[in-house]
């Protein structure tokens, strides 16, 4: 589980193709802490260190591998990873966390893709257009986690619907790159997804 904050912007150093597509991502967070088998957010998407290590020189830097099967690439935005990308990571939520976002599964919904954009002062506006079929999830001053990030929708027209990104937000993550036409991985607010089962059998 996570809480949809970003805690590191990672970098995409390798991408290779071994039946499952291995990525190997560069990180701040100190790898010797990160076990083989954790979960990590990249992107939003929940994925499963399989190894980890420094890189040589004067300045090492940690990075991890995943494996990311056809199946999550298919679903995800994650088919438009290139080598250089950078990535809104997040570690798994531990007891005792402050829970700062909302609940966060790491197993994304759909792809949404940016419409519209536009600046509000120092802020960015930002509309996206949601698959048809995740709809009825989304609802205004409702949670969504899009890359990873917990935002609040502001507000539904449709399909679409409109997020506000403060310059904090957009120099922590990497929504500060976001251009119109980019694909974003989106996961409905858990909630959503259990009200909207349960109004099935009304």
């Known amino acids: 589980m996570f809480t949809g904050i970003i805690t590191d912007i990672g970098r995409i150093l390798a991408l290779e193709n071994r039946g499952d597509l291995r990525a190997r991502i560069a990180t701040r967070y100190n790898v010797s802490g990160i076990d083989v088998g954790a979960s990590i957010a990249s992107d939003g998407v929940c994925l499963t260190v399989v190894a980890k290590g420094t890189s040589s020189g004067c300045d090492p830097q940690g990075w991890y591998e995943i494996d990311i099967s056809a199946e999550t690439v298919s679903k995800t935005s994650l088919a438009a990873w290139v080598v250089g990308k950078r990535v809104n990571l997040e570690r798994s939520l531990r007891v005792g966390d402050e829970l700062g976002g909302h609940i966060v599964s790491g197993h994304v919904d759909g792809v949404a893709t940016i419409v519209s954009m536009m600046d509000d002062g120092a802020s960015t506006r930002v509309t996206l257009q949601a698959p048809k079929d995740l709809e009825r999830f989304i609802a205004?001053?409702?949670?969504?986690?899009?890359?990873?990030?917990?935002?609040?929708?502001?507000?539904?027209?449709?399909?679409?619907?409109?997020?506000?990104?403060?310059?904090?937000?957009?120099?922590?993550?990497?929504?500060?790159?976001?251009?119109?036409?980019?694909?974003?991985?989106?996961?409905?607010?858990?909630?959503?997804?259990?009200?909207?089962?349960?109004?099935?059998?009304?």
């Open 140 to 202: 205004p001053k409702g949670s969504v986690a899009l890359n990873g990030t917990s935002l609040t929708i502001n507000e539904v027209i449709g399909a679409q619907f409109g997020i506000n990104f403060i310059p904090h937000t957009k120099s922590v993550t990497t929504w500060g790159d976001a251009k119109i036409g980019d694909p974003v991985n989106l996961e409905v607010d858990t909630m959503a997804r259990y009200v909207a089962r349960l109004r099935d059998y009304d």
